[in-house]
């Protein structure tokens, strides 16, 4: 690089650098709230993320910045180097979204966020769709004038789905998760109908917190992560938050009567934990040091939790050290009664118990009818039975009431609209990664037999965490596959296993 | 108020409001670093911490806010109500006190004192001063610098004094140490030839942590601390924090060899808590909401460690529960016996560990070496020796190594130079408010043997918390019981404890 256009663009990496420790700092507050905080200090705390808020969107919106970014933007490709140049175009990108929302409409849509997770809950708790309901038009409609003010090209519903899963269409995701549907459906219908099912009440017995703690450490260190650059902690609802470059910290909660919970909670946690703590950390508070989008970070859990944490071959490792952890609900149950209850597939009303099969169809609910509600085809009014109307097709199950139906996600409340087909899409990228982890590495499930995961998380590291946001998503799972985003692999995961487990297919 | 004045106050209030909202974020960052944070985390959370004073400082010097401050303070003072007063004549001292001080100086102070931190924790473990040397004369050449910078009428050690004891002057706190000096020498001295000395082996035994937890939480809550806004947590060197209006922290260690650490520390710690709690959540984030001083908070956290936690009366309630908690430690020794124990007074050479009478010695050694080296009358390189001598002086005793001797306070590697008398006048304060109280409400020794603190709580919010920085620490004491500080009141508790409890005097 010219040595002046060197200057401007280290200028531009200290000032995003300086924003990502601010950002940095907001986390502190948020994990703090979640796992620390007496509940009497939430209205301070309120505040305190507000101003932290306040102070990180001036600092994005700063002209000199824009400028800065504009100068490096014009500057001829050839004297930029290819790490630079990602740098500066997403920063570039970032910035120019940013600067597009009005700060009266930033304001207006973190107050409203607040008073709405308020109104949310009250509701929820008494099962009051129509007190949430002007809360929820409001949204709607800030949502709408945000989509507009960021602008897009094909549908309102991209410019959301951008803040989640950058540089992704709707167009795209729609036909991958109707096909996810198209095949879903009957698979979850054929398990329903095959006759077989297993015993799930093996897993409702006596599981001690403390036990629960110390064979769900040793699983997460056992898949690699480091303890000595992050903790585990106990929470409402579990997250994973990185608090700086060596201090990421995943959170989970304990059931004493239920062993699910806190163990798969603790893999699928310490699986964006594994990302984040791969990430390089000299590329700290750059693009180049940070995570590619909400769907690659949800594909990282989910392969951990799913396609490593229920396999058989992780539990013949693991399945002894639990027997011996809970003797009295484990000790006389196979192994194979065990792996066959934790893949345990049952169409269920609340997505967040959902099994590896029918979960994404509680996604497929939400991303069409957010989408509907925002283009206007769906009253809030009419949203109720409209929900209870898609789970009955796509479920076979009607909810008795709106608690357990369109009230249980907090999601719209806090103005997360577009934000959940990256669970889907995590769902399926994962299965992708993974079949091309086990093509390339070869005999995983042996390794995972004798406790090792080490040759599965250096691949990812290769692949998929040093590169920080060097790809988009779609970009990175077409380098990683050799192929663009699909169902199959995931419809053929589910396929294989289930079809053992349930003998069907 | 007229319109335009009101106007003008409001925003003062509302940017002083903000500046302590950020505060609290700083207050977060710290308290995490010091409970939570993995160890790798440090050196982000540095960052973090430089980012917040950086932020701070900018915010308390803006010349806009100084301009306001200025045209508020002169404005007749007969149309400023005296609250408003309070806040504008407080926020203008702080406001001209930061200002005087260059950025350039403010970095290279916040720099030193990590570095510094660093510097002395090697040279602790290993015991070697001369390593720490350069350090601590860089240290006191930049107090000096600030010193000067913040300017001062009588002696440079003022302007330090001033950061944590406001408006208190060397010249008034000297003589009343050199009084308590005066009495303690021959007092400590007359109790270590008595020939009578307590089984301190008593308080060496068996106390499981999760026990000490429980008795600990018991008795601060039955002393007033609000655990629903509020929390309790380990971590290395104690600490009280608020991190919001409805949020204070106190912290402890645990022994579980030793009854005392975790115990009174948790009284002590409680004792700041309770002060914090019991200022006006309506001014927070203005003087009027803040604590007066660090003496000041130090009178409330003594007065219910020592006068409250040490007392016979106190232990008449909380023994039984005690020696249920600990059956094997304390069920068979007789409260006489425990009693005093814990008030085991004995020359040592570890301030943290002191005891009630002695503590002071400590300070008084402190306070005397860093004025000499503030003002070059002692050069670093002959510190060990002008501090064994003084051991020796005032306790009798020398430290064979200076590990024991001058490394073992972390504060002038922090460049908290002026500190230490706040120890010592808030064992004074506490004396003089904790006998006032007495003699205003009688009984108090009565009413702890029934368990009941509520009264000395509620004389203590009325008579001081409430006032938040409304008097300085000066103005407080002479308005609260009538006589200006003096050394008497904490001479003749301790001569009347320790007279009965060694048969002396």
Chains 1, 2 share one sequence.
Not at 115 to 127: F, H, P, T, V
Not at 236 to 246: Q, T
Not at 379 to 404: H, M
Request: glycine share 8%; aromatic share 10%; proline share 5%.
């Amino acid at each position: 690089m010219p040595n002046d256009v060197a200057k401007l663009y280290e200028d531009v990496c200290r000032y995003a650098r300086r924003t990502a420790v601010f950002t940095s700092i907001e986390t502190v507050l948020f994990w703090d709230e979640r796992t620390q905080m007496p509940a009497a200090g939430a209205e301070h705390r309120a505040e305190q993320c507000t101003l932290m808020a306040g102070l990180l969107h001036k600092r994005w919106v700063d002209p000199k910045f824009g400028e800065q970014l504009a100068e490096l933007t014009a500057v001829p490709i050839s004297s930029i180097s290819s790490d630079a140049g990602v740098n500066i175009r997403r920063l570039k990108r970032q910035h120019d979204k940013k600067v597009k929302l009005p700060q009266s409409l930033v304001e207006e849509l973190a107050r409203t966020a607040v008073l709405g997770q308020q109104s949310w809950q009250e509701a929820r708790q008494k099962d009051d769709f129509p007190a949430f309901r002007p809360l929820l038009e409001r949204m709607f409609e800030l949502k709408r004038q945000q989509a507009e003010a960021l602008g897009y090209s094909q549908c309102a519903y991209d410019a959301l789905l951008d803040e989640y899963e950058p540089e992704e269409l709707t167009a795209n995701v729609r036909p991958v998760l109707a096909g996810l549907r198209e095949q879903l459906v009957p698979l979850a219908a054929e398990i329903q109908h095959c006759g077989r099912q297993p015993n799930a009440s093996i897993l409702h017995g006596k599981f001690p917190r403390n036990v629960q703690d110390a064979l769900g450490r040793r699983a997460a260190t056992a898949i690699g992560f480091e303890f000595a650059r992050g903790r585990l902690d106990v929470t409402a609802h579990p997250f994973c938050a990185s608090l700086g470059p060596n201090d990421h910290r995943i959170t989970t909660r304990y059931d004493e009567q239920f062993f699910n919970a806190a163990l798969f909670g603790i893999l699928h946690e310490a699986g964006h934990g594994l990302y984040e703590q791969g990430l390089p950390p000299e590329n700290y508070g750059l693009p180049l040091g940070e995570a590619v989008s909400l769907g690659i970070h949800e594909s990282q859990s989910r392969l951990w939790e799913n396609l490593v944490g229920r396999s058989r071959a992780f539990w013949t490792h693991f399945y002894p050290q639990a027997q011996q952890s809970f003797p009295e609900a484990l000790g006389g149950v196979p192994i194979d009664d065990f792996y066959f209850a934790i893949n345990d597939v049952r169409p269920s009303l609340i997505r967040i118990e959902a099994d590896e099969a029918t979960y994404n169809l509680h996604i497929l609910v939400r991303f069409e009818l957010e989408q509907a509600l925002l283009d206007g085809d769906l009253k809030v009014s009419d949203l109720p039975a409209a929900w209870n109307e898609k789970y009955q097709k796509y479920l076979g199950i009607t909810p008795p009431n709106d608690r357990l139906g369109v009230l249980q996600d907090v999601h719209w409340s806090a103005g997360l609209v577009g934000y959940f087909p990256t669970y889907s899409l995590g769902n399926l990228y994962a299965a992708q990664f993974f079949a091309q982890a086990e093509a390339e590495l070869g005999g995983l499930a042996e390794q995972f037999a004798r406790g090792e995961f080490h040759a599965l998380l250096g691949w990812l590291r290769e692949k998929i965490h040093r590169h920080g946001q060097r790809y988009t998503a779609a970009e990175l799972v077409q380098r990683v596959t050799g192929r663009p985003l699909s169902a199959r692999p995931l419809i053929e995961h589910l396929r294989a296993k289930m079809g053992a487990l349930y003998r069907i297919g």
